[in-house]
Structures are given as structure tokens and as C-alpha cells.
């Protein structure tokens, strides 16, 4: 486990002084994830737009401490990539000896929708770079519309919950899976770091494997919004250690094709407690709308049962059964 008081002296490669939201988790995210490099080691970072991009950087000013580029939407992952191409071919001709590591940086909506195509194509041309994702569920930045990686049932301006419709009518997309199928060499589902649990440094340590890990590798982090999840940003960190322990977002990792949970609930709890914190699912909880409920723990019970199955664990819980027995 990391030393928290040797990781404090370690420098923020990103500045405070941007303009994100008081409570953002992104800025959180981007700070524990580069606090992963090693000493002397240095970054190139892409970022897809979003709030991270647009409230880092007004030209001319940044808050980032390393190179940093913004190209568009759509291909961060792209962007990134070419600048490892470019870095390659420059060690080769001895113009550069500096060991440089290179990250790109999306929210759910530029990584699970807009940027799917050019981060599925980088991932598989396997260029050695991390993509991560910053996971708040919803195109935040203009307003809080749906992305596919927004949960079933939340209320967003595009997913509105009336009368007759309500909140979002589709489950998440399971990005996650989608790149483990790409047969990547590193690939992990992580959180922003809750202080005082068994989990507090899982996003440091999947954030130094996919860094040092050769190849194209990806993590993504569920990342608190106040704002969108209608939440105070004092809350924040329940809400995100909900969404472990009731399994809605388990904590795991693919390590060359080989699934194994880097957390596993001692009980496992019921998804209510999760959608009791947040504003965007308060209307999930009114009278009348239990089946709705209902519907939400069985997807999350019929995910973790296969997950679990993935990881080996539930051969590794009929042994401990069979030992018992004996």
C-alpha cells in the first residue's frame, strides 16, 4: 500500500487556480492518476473536450504542468497516439533521450460516445499510452444531457423524469468490458479515492500499473458531479463508496485477458441505498415507481453475478463450500 504521507510530498502536475466546479472529481482524478509517475518521469497529455479541457486551459493560460494538447472532441485518443508515434520515431533517431509517458483524458461522453471510435482504434493499434476515463455519467459541461453512460432511471435534461417518461429508459453502456475486448494489456475499473476504506488507493495503483504496463491500457474512474448527480459536494465520496459496496460499480481489473476483484464487499448492498443520495434518481423512490427499482437491482445483480463468474470467483466460493463440508 502507498505511503499517503510520501504521495503528499509528491508534486500536483495539475495546478489549483482552474475554473471547475467547487467539488469537480476530475481535477481529483487527473492529480492521484499523475501522482502514479515516477520521479524524472515526464508526460504528454491529450485531453478530449469537456469541463476538464475547457476549465484548465483560456489561452494563454493552463493549469497543467506538463505538455498538454487539446485537438477536439473525438480523438483525443488519436491525438495521443500520434504523439507517441512522433516520440518513438524520435528516440529511434537519437533526438530525444528523456522518458516521457503519454495519457489522455475523457469524460464519459467524449470516451463512451463521441471518441469511441478513434479510442477503439488506438486501443488496438497498441500504441503505449493510458486512456483514461473520467465517468460523472452525462454530458456535464453543456447542461447535463444523457450519454450512454448515464444509469437507467436518472433525470437529465434529454432524459427528463415526468409523467410519462421516467428519467433515461436504457442501462449503461459497459465501456469497460468493451475495452477488455479489445485484448488490451491492462484494463481497470476504478473510483475516485474515498478516504478511510479498503479502497482508497485502488485509482494510485491501477493508475501505476497502467502506466508502466507496455501497451495501450485504460481505466475508467467513476467520478462524482455534484452538479449533475444533484448532490452537495460534501456528500460526494458516500455517494461514490455507495456505488461500490451496493456492486453498481465493482472494482476490478484485466490484466492480459485474466479478470480478478480488487474489492469484494463484505455484504453487499441493496441499490436503493445508492439512489436514495442523489437528486437525479428521487423520483425512482416515489410511491408507484417500485418496479422501476426493482428493475435497476436485477441488472445489477445479473452484472455482478457474471463478473464474478469472470473473476473466478464463484469457483473459488463452492471450494471454500466443498472445504467447509469436509
Not at 504523439?83 to 516521457?100: L, P, S, V, W
Not at 495519457?103 to 493499434?125: C, K, N, P
Not at 415526468?162 to 468493451?178: A, H, M, S, W
Amino acid at each position: 500500500m502507498p505511503n499517503l504521507k510520501e504521495l503528499s510530498k509528491k508534486p500536483a502536475r495539475l495546478t489549483g487556480g482552474h475554473r471547475m466546479c467547487a467539488g469537480c472529481g476530475a481535477p481529483m482524478v487527473v492529480n492521484w492518476v499523475t501522482k502514479a509517475l515516477k520521479e524524472g518521469d515526464k508526460a504528454v497529455i491529450a485531453n478530449a473536450t469537456g469541463c476538464l479541457e475547457v476549465s484548465s486551459f483560456l489561452y494563454p493560460y493552463t493549469a497543467w504542468k506538463d505538455s498538454w494538447i487539446h485537438s477536439a472532441f473525438e480523438n483525443a485518443a488519436a491525438t495521443i497516439s500520434g504523439a507517441e508515434a512522433a516520440y518513438n520515431a524520435m528516440k529511434r533517431k537519437g533526438r530525444i533521450d528523456e522518458t516521457y509517458k503519454f495519457i489522455a483524458f475523457g469524460g464519459d461522453g467524449g470516451t463512451y460516445d463521441i471518441g469511441l471510435q478513434s479510442l477503439s482504434g488506438a486501443m488496438e493499434r497498441g500504441h503505449d499510452m493510458v486512456y483514461v476515463c473520467y465517468d460523472n455519467g452525462a454530458y456535464m459541461n453543456t447542461g447535463i444531457q444523457r450519454s450512454s453512460a448515464t444509469p437507467f432511471g436518472a433525470d437529465t435534461t434529454t432524459s427528463p423524469a415526468g409523467k410519462v417518461v421516467p428519467g433515461k429508459q436504457q442501462f449503461r453502456k459497459d465501456l469497460t468490458q468493451i475495452m477488455a475486448a479489445h485484448n488490451l494489456p491492462y484494463v481497470a475499473q476504478t473510483v475516485a479515492p474515498v478516504p478511510g476504506t479498503k479502497y482508497m488507493f485502488d485509482l494510485y495503483n491501477k493508475s501505476e500499473k497502467a502506466i508502466y504496463t507496455k501497451g495501450a491500457n485504460f481505466l475508467n474512474v467513476l467520478t462524482p458531479c455534484p452538479r449533475g448527480w444533484r448532490i452537495e459536494a460534501a456528500t460526494e465520496l458516500d455517494v461514490i463508496k455507495a456505488a461500490v459496496e451496493t456492486c453498481w460499480w465493482p472494482l476490478y481489473e484485466v490484466e492480459n485477458g485474466k479478470y480478478k476483484l480488487t474489492y469484494k464487499p463484505a455484504e453487499k448492498k441493496p441499490i436503493t441505498e445508492w439512489l436514495k443520495l442523489q437528486g437525479r434518481f428521487k423520483h425512482l423512490l416515489k410511491p408507484g415507481n417500485e418496479h422501476l427499482v426493482e428493475k435497476i437491482q436485477a441488472e445489477v445483480d445479473r452484472r455482478w453475478e457474471r463478473l464474478l463468474e469472470l473473476c473466478g470467483e464463484k469457483e473459488i466460493a463452492k471450494a471454500e463450500v466443498a472445504a467447509s463440508n469436509k
